[in-house]
């Protein structure tokens, strides 16, 4: 992991606004090491997002493919536009049958990346799945990145971890970066 702080701090001092991110690199790592282990691994990734960070989401969705990245395509898919109905999901059962679709629909699995409000409706499926990859707001949650929604500069910071997610995974796919050192 020791490889992947040290990349983490000097790509956060590379880049002249993210200084605020060095403080919290120790909560990054681990995270995002789960995530591109994760997506190495060949599972697909379901991201969901609030109704507030819906715009976060379609620019996450139309980046990560981008094809001028020249690295593999890699499953990222909206689950809300894929599963409209989870939003009208109420009990235990519905979200079982969820799961039980998505393990067919994904036989070398999946993993959740929810960015919102810890109290959103979707949270009721995202906190049931192991490994997920959380950007939480307001709240404290166990294997999260907590942001907070008063912060006037949030949409910025999103955008920047992103981009410092993307240049991690990028890394890692092409082979200049070990996750397990």
Known sequence: MQQLLKWTLQTIRDEDC??????YRYEWAPLVKSAVSQMIEGKTVL?????QRQWFGRYILGKVNAL?????????YPLVQMFPSIQ???????LQLLEDMLEISYPNGYFVWYIGKGDH???KFVYRCEES???ILDEEVENSFLLRSSDELLDIK???????FDMTLSEVLFGDLDLES
């Open 18 to 23: 993210f200084s605020w991110m060095e403080e």
């Open 47 to 51: 991201l969901v997002t609030d109704t």
């Open 158 to 164: 999103l955008l920047q971890l992103y981009k410092l």
């Open 133 to 135: 990859f959380l950007w």
């Open 88 to 94: 009208n999901f109420s009990n235990t059962q519905d």
């Open 68 to 76: 001028e990245k020249n690295r593999p395509l890699l499953p990222v």
């Open 121 to 123: 409706p979707f949270t």
